[in-house]
């Protein structure tokens, strides 16, 4: 226990902070890397829900202090080492990853077309939970009825040992505008779920997609989800599960649809 009055140890947490690291060189979001930057590098402002994105990809369970956002913060700033390297990390993003195009969406206001989220950064960003109580789904759909979205999480490869043979829904994409996706096992075409995914225009709803290729990454890092956006209802057959053929309000990029589609 640290001594009243004195800071925690900044050794006592490198290895969370290097695993922490390696998330954060997955960020693609130019508004999120930029915000950030210029809090680490400038000691500018930062919004307090960019400040949650990052920290929860910089922190994994353990937390500095109680597990609030602005302790997690305030042990960066007390550290200038620490914050020297975040400086470093986050030149090298901006100088090195691809531009994407800064389009977001009126359901979570601060999620960004084509970059890549893990699914704890998209639920606080649909208003889902907080930094200090994280909210809790690991299906693969989420119902935000007061913001009037149903999100749709996707691995394109699933392996047995992740996905019970019930859940090994068949996730692809056909074209670069046509996405292949089945509604949990128990959805039935007359229920609530399924009217609400079929007549999604009607009652006001957006269906957002988030897909990856595998659940983990080659580095054992859990793999970030690609924001793939809105969604319209095509057509749809069968129950329990219903396969649906969304389109794509926006076209998948030639990179993502070559391990998107599925394979013969």
């Known amino acids: 226990e640290k001594a009243k009055g004195k800071e925690p140890v900044l050794g006592d947490w490198l290895p969370d902070l290097a695993k922490g690291f390696r998330r954060l060189l997955l960020l693609d979001d130019p508004s999120l890397i930029e915000e950030f930057r210029r809090a680490v590098v400038a000691d500018g402002e930062c919004s307090t829900s960019v400040l949650a994105l990052i920290h929860t990809a910089l922190w994994g369970r353990r937390r500095p202090g109680e597990g609030e956002l602005l302790q997690a913060h ?39 077309l084509h970059a890549h989220y893990t699914r704890e950064q998209v639920l606080l960003a649909l ?37 019970s043979p019930t859940t090994m829904y068949e996730d692809y994409a056909i074209t670069d505008r046509l996405f292949h996706w089945q509604s949990q096992s128990q959805t039935s ?24 290729e595998r659940k983990k990454l080659a580095n054992g890092l859990t793999a970030p989800y690609f924001f793939a956006g809105p969604l319209r209802y095509r057509r749809h057959e069968g129950s329990k599960p219903i396969s649906f053929i969304w389109e794509l309000e926006h076209q998948l990029p030639a990179k993502v649809l070559a391990w998107a589609r599925r394979g013969d």
């Open 189 to 212: 075409e007359t229920s609530s779920v399924g009217q609400r995914y079929i007549a999604h225009e009607d009652q006001g709803y957006t269906p957002l997609l988030f897909i990856r």
């Open 127 to 163: 208003g889902k939970g907080s930094f200090e109580a994280p909210f809790s789904s690991r299906e693969g759909v989420l119902h935000v009825s007061e913001r009037k979205v149903d999100c749709f999480f996707a691995d394109i490869e699933k392996s047995e040992s992740d996905f």
């Open 74 to 112: 305030h042990f960066l700033r007390s550290h200038p080492g620490l914050m020297e390297d975040l400086g470093d990390l986050f030149d090298w993003l901006c100088s090195h990853q691809t531009p994407l195009p800064k389009q977001y969406f009126s359901p979570s206001g601060i999620l960004c």
